[in-house]
């Protein structure tokens, strides 16, 4: 299954509204995560089953959509949100994330 | 408070063989899925594989029959074997435990990291 997200690179200010998208070849019912990565970091898990919310996980940060297309969205962007985004899929094996989103300040 | 200390990496020459540990603390290995998810220099992440609490195991098309990921109860160690390495094999390989939720195994918690460069 190929997740496509969109866009691949996205410019913003602090407090604006943030919206990454990630589309799956196939309908993956809720199986998706979202992952935040900042440079020379692990990955964090952001969201899991598409729409919830990882424990100690700001609320600014959330997750939407099913079947095809999903949506990440942050409300209010913090200077700590600058890192590249990922989806990852978890409806059948091979399991396989998107190519990522960079999130860089305007 | 859950972490993972990976170690092992270094650099070989393709066709040889290396095997990953990822030492676990203050959580079961082996009552957990645990995963290997990698990433070659810039690029993104790649999912490698999987072990099921129960002993079942998953991998990714590019590893498959050459990588075999494996635990230690007595060690609460995550393995990861990898033998005929690529030069493609290069990359940052991270361990996880995963959160299961709906039999789906989200990585929740990820370790530092070990790095493998295979090069002649």
């Known amino acids: 299954i190929q997740l496509t997200q969109s866009p691949s690179f996205l410019s913003a200010s602090v407090g604006d509204r943030v919206t990454i998208t990630c589309r799956a070849s196939q309908g993956i019912s809720s199986y998706l995560a979202w992952y935040q990565q900042k440079p020379g970091k692990a990955p964090k898990l952001l969201i899991y089953a598409a729409s919830t919310l990882q424990s100690g996980v700001p609320s600014r940060f959330s997750g939407s959509g099913s079947g095809t297309q999903f949506t990440l969205t942050i409300s209010s962007l913090q200077p700590e949100d600058f890192a590249t985004y990922y989806c990852q899929q978890l409806k059948t094996y091979p399991l396989t994330f998107g190519g990522g989103t960079k999130v860089e300040i305007k | 408070e859950v972490q993972l200390v990976e170690s092992g990496g270094g650099l070989v020459q393709p066709g040889g063989s290396l095997r990953l540990s990822c030492a676990a603390s203050e959580f079961t290995v082996s009552s957990n899925y645990m995963s290997w998810v990698r990433q070659a220099p810039g690029k993104g992440l790649e999912w490698v594989s999987v072990?099921?609490?129960?002993?079942?195991?998953y991998y990714a098309d590019s590893v498959k029959g050459r990588f075999t990921i494996s635990r230690d109860k007595s060690k609460n160690t995550l393995y990861l074997q990898m033998n005929s390495l690529r030069a493609e094999d290069t990359a940052m390989y991270y361990c996880?435990?995963?959160?299961?939720?709906?039999?789906?195994?989200?990585?929740?918690?990820w370790g530092q990291g070990s790095l493998v460069t295979v090069s002649s």
């Open positions: 996880a435990r995963d959160l299961v939720y709906d039999s789906r195994g989200y990585h929740d918690y």
């Open positions: 072990i099921y609490s129960g002993g079942s195991t």
